[in-house]
T-cell receptor, first 114, second 116 residues
Framework: AQKVTQAQTEISVVEKEDVTLDCVYE???????LFWYKQPPSGELVFLIR??????QNEISGRYSWNFQKSTSSFNFTITASQVVDSAVYFC???????????FGAGTRLAVHP | EAGVAQSPRYKIIEKRQSVAFWCNPI?????LYWYQQILGQGPKLLIQ????????DSQLPKDRFSAERLKGVDSTLKIQPAKLEDSAVYLC??????????????FGPGTRLTVL
């Protein structure tokens, strides 16, 4: 069975701190995709990144970086120098097997305080 | 390029009433998804369409939920009769196709349903 676990329910940081959001996934498929989405208070899910199972290179996009480790089935997300606008719920998700069904974790609520 | 459109944005009904949600996907996107997001949880797929055919409805409570995508573009999700536990945000998403290469899904703003 496929599953995504985000153990951190809520994280609170002060602006300019670095913060890492953890994501652990389970799948028996060898081909799969991992995603991160941001859900601000407005409610819309905003796509951040997609990574396939054959590409373990870490990725950096501005203040965002992602660390994919197949050995530990983890796909962690780090925000460097956090800002108040980063406050949102962040979801890690998995597509594995057929039909592109996104399987979401429970989400991590990040609060960045001035 | 216009994003995924949904309406209404908010709906309040009493239990046992019926309700319908509408979704217009991104132009050219063949695959359409409806997700249910209960407060404090991640979204859960209810149904997936490829053009106007159903690909996956394994988690759709078919005794009360129905969905259609008659012309392969817009879609409607209906609940009849609604229960208290149906209170949630209903998210519509679309992607170019069903294949893994086209699996980036774009989400609409959602419809927040409250059942009293």
């Amino acid at each position: 069975a496929q599953k995504v676990t985000q153990a951190q329910t809520e994280i609170s940081v002060v602006e300019k701190e670095d913060v890492t959001l953890d994501c652990v996934y389970e799948t028996r498929d060898t081909t799969y995709y991992l995603f991160w989405y941001k859900q601000p208070p407005s409610g819309e899910l905003v796509f951040l990144i997609r990574r396939n199972s054959f590409d373990e290179q870490n990725e950096i996009s501005g203040r965002y970086s992602w660390n994919f480790q197949k050995s530990t089935s983890s796909f962690n997300f780090t925000i460097t120098a956090s800002q108040v606008v980063d406050s949102a719920v962040y979801f890690c998700a998995l597509i594995s097997g057929g039909y592109n069904k996104l399987i979401f974790g429970a989400g991590t609520r990040l609060a960045v305080h001035p | 390029e216009a994003g995924v459109a949904q309406s209404p944005r908010y709906k309040i009904i009493e239990k046992r009433q019926s309700v319908a949600f509408w979704c217009n996907p991104i132009s050219g996107h063949a695959t359409l998804y409806w997700y249910q997001q209960i407060l404090g949880q991640g979204p859960k797929l209810l149904i997936q369409f490829q053009n106007n055919g159903v690909v996956d409805d394994s988690q759709l409570p078919k005794d009360r939920f129905s969905a259609e995508r008659l012309k392969g573009v817009d879609s409607t999700l209906k609940i009849q009769p609604a229960k208290l536990e149906d209170s949630a945000v209903y998210l519509c998403a679309s992607s170019l196709g069903p294949g893994l290469a086209d699996n980036e899904q774009f989400f609409g703003p959602g419809t927040r349903l409250t059942v009293l």
